[in-house]
């Protein structure tokens, strides 16, 4: 027993071990966090934009220690997801953190889906684990044409003149195109009574009628008519598509065009090549941009590409036979 001032301490040293325990484990989580500590985040340049426009995502991957970061795996963006497409991927660049380093990527996106659209939390593996980031919202407006035209000068009022009776005028002139409407119905049936049928030939759906078509367009970009070119370039496009994969498209909205893709066409690449074109056709058509005559060639030989696959990977029937 230790006596100290006339006090008994012996019963202090179980307290002491059991604090230089609690001690210890605190400074080996302190240590484990700041192992494997850090910081992701994404930031973005603009959260409302016109359709069409451009906007960056910053993707940042920042130590809080002087560990060195270990990342497994980036973060695997595609280029098309939500209502967003991705226009540029810059590199990623490494930045000096204190002794350590952190590792930094600018993604541009744009989108033509107007509305509210969620950018979504982005994943990337560091030391076998999983950090996202936090996802936002984007607001993307319609393009507003009329601020476009010019103000017309205002004019002084006209008075009307005096209305005229064409009572009469009119009746004749009904009677006139009755009767001639009967006339033509009646010559077309006698005429068809009497012409033998003959069998109408179905629309020419070959490769080769299709190629030819295509090749016929170059002559339109030549003359700088870049939304005529991708109008009627997109339009053969998904006549032959639409007969080769058996659907129908023609009314659909450029998003739902290529949600029926999806589900239409089971060749990743060739599905990723389609809508690449169709973007790319869809920013000349309504956000006015200007191709090159190099880009207007390239997509014109992207077209016959996908139409070309999709005529080989599609299985022959007897009607392609004949």
């Known amino acids: 027993m230790i006596v100290l001032n006339g006090h008994n301490i012996t019963g202090g040293f179980p307290n002491l071990k059991l604090m230089g325990r609690i001690v210890a484990a605190l400074l080996f989580l302190l240590v484990a966090s700041t192992t494997y500590s850090q910081k992701v985040s994404a930031i973005i340049s603009r959260d409302k934009i016109r359709l069409g426009d451009h906007f960056d995502v910053k993707l940042l991957v920042d130590p809080v220690s002087n560990s060195p970061l270990s ?14 497409q991705v226009v540029t991927r810059q590199p990623i660049d490494t930045v000096s953190i204190a002794s350590t380093k952190g590792y930094h990527q600018i993604i541009t996106l744009t989108s033509f889906d107007t509305g509210m659209h969620t950018v979504p939390a982005f994943t990337v593996v560091i030391g076998k684990k999983q950090y996202q980031t936090q996802p936002f919202n984007v607001s993307i407006s319609p393009i507003d044409v009329s601020l476009r035209k010019d103000y017309n000068d205002i004019k002084d009022i006209i008075e009307p003149a005096p209305e005229t009776d ?47 078509q295509l090749n016929a367009l170059e002559t339109i970009y030549q003359s700088e008519k870049y939304q005529q070119f991708y109008t009627d370039l997109l339009l053969l496009c998904k006549d032959f598509s639409d007969h080769q994969l058996h659907i129908t498209t023609k009314t659909k909205t450029n998003s739902e065009y290529i949600t ?5 066409i089971h060749d990743k690449e060739l599905l990723k090549q389609y809508i690449h074109l169709l973007h790319k056709a869809e920013r000349v058509k309504f956000a006015k941009a200007t191709p090159s005559l190099s880009e207007c060639k390239q997509s014109l030989e992207e077209a016959k590409a996908i139409i070309t696959q999709l005529a080989s990977s599609r299985p022959k029937t007897a009607a392609d036979v004949i």
């Open 71 to 84: 990342i497994d795996s980036w973060f695997n963006i595609p280029d098309t997801f939500a209502s967003f």
């Open 166 to 212: 064409y009572t009469l005028w009119e009746i004749m002139a009904g009677v006139i195109v009755w009767v001639a409407i009967l006339y033509f119905v009646i010559k077309k049936w006698i005429i068809g009574k009497k012409r033998k049928y003959t069998p109408i030939h179905p629309k020419d759906f070959s490769l080769n009628n299709y190629l030819a």
């Open 260 to 264: 029926v893709l999806k589900k239409a």
